[in-house]
């Protein structure tokens, strides 16, 4: 009985893994409308991004201002050529968390 479901746990992993849906679209942020001239260029610029709390700070190559050399230093993206810095936490704010996301789709 146990080798049964060991081998339905094992069709029902293959078929989990083999339907892999990408929940989280543009994740490296390099689909682009344009190239980020200011602090926080984020909506508008990025494909299927928005903030929808503070002001999210989108940075790219392609920048000029808000390339890798940015006013809270240097950092190189994990993948590719973009990213996006949030702040979570300030000491002289208590209210300062700032958040993006997509919108849902509805297909």
Same mark, same amino acid.
């Given at each position: 009985? $146990? =080798?049964?479901?060991?081998?339905?746990? @094992?069709?029902?992993?293959?078929? #989990?893994?083999?339907?892999?849906?990408?929940? *989280?679209?543009?994740?490296?942020?390099? &689909?682009?409308? %344009? #190239?980020?001239?200011?602090?926080? &260029?984020?909506?508008? =610029?990025?494909? &299927?991004?928005?903030?929808?709390?503070?002001? /999210? +700070?989108?940075?790219?190559?392609?920048?000029? %201002? #808000? !390339?890798?050399?940015?006013?809270?230093?240097?950092?190189?993206?994990?993948? %590719? *050529? $973009?990213?996006? !810095?949030? $702040?979570?936490? $300030? *000491?002289?704010?208590? +209210?300062?968390?700032?958040?993006?996301?997509?919108? /849902?789709? @509805?297909?």
């Amino acid at each position: 009985m $146990a =080798k049964f479901w060991f081998i339905v746990l @094992l069709l029902v992993c293959s078929f #989990c893994l083999q339907a892999r849906i990408n929940l *989280v679209p543009n994740p490296s942020f390099e &689909d682009t409308l %344009g #190239c980020p001239q200011f602090y926080p &260029d984020l909506n508008g =610029k990025v494909v &299927d991004w928005y903030s929808f709390r503070g002001t /999210p +700070d989108y940075f790219n190559i392609c920048s000029s %201002g #808000c !390339g890798y050399n940015n006013q809270t230093g240097y950092q190189l993206p994990r993948t %590719g *050529v $973009a990213y996006v !810095g949030v $702040a979570t936490y $300030a *000491v002289a704010q208590s +209210d300062v968390g700032e958040h993006l996301g997509i919108k /849902p789709s @509805l297909n």
